[in-house]
Every structure is written in structure tokens, then in C-alpha cells.
């Protein structure tokens, strides 16, 4: 009798897990060569950093106001096998309104080479980091202002977060047609599809030619003998176009690394401040439930000291859980975010942030979206709607 609940205990448990799994784990953890880049356009008026444009009026006592600003996120990443580059301009914004104008420029980016082995797994060394510089010009009371800050990381770690939204092109290309979705056949697509800028880039009089040979090349490689011009055309429709949107940016993985942070900020009326920290940071990715959903763990501890304020030796600790959830329509997706934020030097040490979000593509190159968030440990609940416009 134990033997059989023992039996249907294990049964109940693979089952459990077969439901929970992703559908190509194995696939995801290919470390496959990669370029991406985007550029998309928000809101970013100095009032509300979501808003594109902000008219406020005030009944008690009368007042009134109007703010504009746009920001500009560039992306891009590039993955090489043994290297990892990634870059963003995140946070580079532009206002202007009563309250003057604020131009902020700002660029974050990090670099890994996987250079050698650690007990059977990878490896590296990393150099990231931020620079920002922001300049403001009021018009009342008039007056300027000059902030700069740069944040250079040195790290060493194990483990290796997977870009996954090229590996998803492909597999939704060959479950399109039919074709058997392996390991091998996908790396070999991804590889050739490294190649698409060299190739598509070559001095000609005749792109038609560097086209169709490229996706020739690709039917070859599937087997898909004459049926090139299917590819071509599968793969610029706009449910693919709004399929790969809805992955950009994901990962897969594990990983768990050591950091160095000195950083050095600058502002006009204020002493300039150093800081040293020492990070130790865990983050782990996956897709479940047949990769209808994906999550993400970050958690990073960070003790350290700063030149200047009341505390010379500072705690931050954070903790941050991500999830997506795809519909079955490629249009949607819906996305949710716990944050909790311990930090040594804040007015509310304990911090927890809740955001959930739900998303649909009007176009491949506009989403729209609408949501809540709780802030403030539930001292701030509110909802939001926006958009956001991507012009490659």
C-alpha cells in the first residue's frame, strides 16, 4: 500500500511539473549568436514622466500650468558566443513648461566576456555602467542648474541569462510550417541569421538578388526546397511583427555575480559625493505552463559607504519579481511586478512597490497600455493608461 502512494505520489509530481515546464527548455538554454536594437519614443513632462503633455489647473488657489516632454529609449544588444554587449539610453528626456526646460542625457550599458569555465559552468568577467548628465534652466525664480553622475561596475560571476526572443522567431517559423522544432535546426537558423546585416548590407544594384538568395539559403537550411517566398512573406506579416514585440527584451537562465560600484555624483550648490558599494546579485528567468508564462527573479544585497550624508556605512537590499503573461492573441500580453526595496538611508526603510499591466499592440509599432500600482508601501494607489510609439 505505501508503495503505491509512494508510486502516485511521484506520478502527481511529474505530472505537475510536465504542466509547469516550458515547451523547449533545452532550446532556450543554447547559447545562440544574436543582434537586437530598438528606438521608442514617451511621454516624459516634468510633471508626470509618463505624460507627453500635461494642463493643470488649480481651482484653490488659482493657478495654472502646462508641461511637455518626450523621452527617447535606444536599445541594443549583441551576443557572440564567448561575449555579451548590451547598451540603452534610457532616461535621455527633453521638457519644457512653466517650470522651465530639462534636457537629461543618459547612457547605461555592460559588457561580459565568458573567458573560461568555473566547476562545469560559465564564467565571466563584466564592465558595465551609467553616466548622466542633466541640465535645467528655470524661468521662475530665474536660475540654472548642472547635475552629473557616473557609475562604473567591475564584476565577476557564474551562470548565463539567454536572450530569447530571436529563439522564439524561429521556433514560431518552424511550428508554422510544420517543420520539426530541434536544437540543432535552430541554432543552425540563428547562425545564418547573424549573418542578415552583413549580408543585406553588401554593395549591389540589385537588393532584390541579396534578398531572395538570403531566404533561399534559410529554406535550404529547413528544408523547405522552393518555398522561399513563403518565408519572406511569413516572416513580414504584422502577427509576427506583433509576436516578436511581445518578447523583446526577455531572457532565460541563471546567473549569480559579484560587483565593485564606485560612484561619483556632481551637482551645482552641493558638495560633490563618492560612494563605494559592494554588490552581490542573483537573478534567475523561465518560461512555464507550455511558455504561456514567463517569470523573473532579481535580488541583489548591497552594503556600502558614502562621503556624504548622516550615515557613513549603507544597506540596500532589493528584490524584484516579474511576470508575463501571453494571450493567445498576438496582440496581448499582460505583465505584473513586485518590488521590495530595504534601504538603510531612506525615510521608509521597507519599500514595496506592486504594478500590474495589461497591453495591447494597436500596430507593431505602437502599444497601448492601461494599469495600477500600489507605491509607497499601499501609501500611493493609483491607475494609469499610455502608449508607447517604436520607430524601429
Keep these: 500500500m505505501n508503495r503505491r502512494v509512494i508510486f502516485l505520489c511521484v506520478v502527481l509530481m511529474i505530472s505537475t511539473v510536465g504542466l509547469w515546464a516550458g515547451a523547449y527548455d533545452d532550446i532556450y538554454m543554447l ?20 505624460h507627453a503633455f500635461d494642463l493643470e489647473l488649480t481651482t484653490s488657489p488659482a493657478s495654472f ?11 541594443y544588444v549583441k551576443n557572440e558566443g564567448p561575449s555579451f554587449l548590451w547598451l540603452t539610453t534610457s532616461g535621455t528626456q527633453a521638457q519644457i513648461g512653466d517650470s522651465g526646460i530639462g534636457i537629461s542625457a543618459a547612457v547605461d550599458g555592460m559588457y561580459r566576456n565568458y573567458a573560461f569555465e568555473l566547476e562545469g559552468m560559465d564564467a565571466f568577467l563584466s564592465a558595465s555602467g551609467d553616466a548622466t548628465v542633466t541640465m535645467n534652466l528655470n524661468f521662475s525664480p530665474v536660475g540654472a542648474n548642472f547635475f552629473a553622475s557616473l557609475d562604473p561596475e567591475i564584476g565577476f560571476g557564474v551562470g548565463r541569462m539567454y536572450g530569447i526572443q530571436n529563439t522564439r522567431e524561429i521556433i514560431n ?3 508554422h510550417f510544420g517543420i520539426p522544432v530541434t536544437p540543432e535546426k535552430v541554432k543552425e537558423v540563428a547562425e545564418h541569421d547573424f549573418l542578415r546585416t552583413t549580408k543585406f548590407n553588401a554593395y549591389t544594384n540589385d ?43 526577455l531572457q532565460y537562465g541563471w546567473t549569480t ?12 550648490g552641493s558638495t560633490t559625493e563618492f560612494r563605494m558599494d559592494l554588490a552581490l546579485v542573483g537573478e534567475y528567468a523561465t518560461l512555464l ?18 562621503t556624504s ?7 540596500v537590499s532589493n528584490l524584484t519579481v516579474d511576470a508575463r503573461y501571453f494571450f493567445t492573441d498576438p496582440r496581448m500580453w499582460a505583465d505584473g511586478t513586485v518590488d521590495i526595496t530595504i534601504n538603510s538611508q531612506a525615510t521608509k526603510v521597507f519599500d514595496l ?9 494597436i500596430n507593431p509599432n505602437f502599444t497601448a497600455f492601461a494599469g495600477a500600482e500600489i507605491q509607497n508601501t499601499f501609501g500611493t494607489i493609483a491607475v494609469y493608461a499610455g502608449g508607447e510609439m517604436r520607430l524601429f
Design 257 to 268: 555575480y559579484m560587483e565593485a560600484r564606485p560612484e561619483l555624483l556632481y551637482s551645482t
Design 289 to 306: 505552463n507550455d511558455d504561456t508564462l514567463y517569470a523573473r527573479g532579481y535580488v541583489d544585497i548591497v552594503p556600502g559607504i558614502t
Design 65 to 75: 500650468s502646462i508641461e511637455a516632454g518626450l523621452g527617447a529609449d535606444w536599445d
Design 173 to 175: 517559423t518552424m511550428e
Design 207 to 249: 537588393l532584390s538578388k541579396i534578398v531572395s538568395d538570403f531566404y533561399q539559403e534559410r529554406a535550404d537550411i529547413l528544408g523547405m526546397g522552393d518555398r522561399a517566398l513563403e518565408l519572406i512573406y511569413v516572416g513580414n506579416s504584422q502577427e509576427y511583427a506583433f509576436e516578436r514585440n511581445r518578447w523583446a527584451g
Design 353 to 361: 512597490d506592486i504594478d500590474a499591466q495589461f497591453n495591447y499592440q
Design 31 to 50: 547559447n545562440l549568436p544574436y543582434q537586437y536594437q530598438s528606438l521608442t519614443i514617451d511621454g516624459a513632462s516634468a510633471t508626470n514622466g509618463t
Design 309 to 315: 550624508g548622516t550615515d557613513f556605512f549603507t544597506f
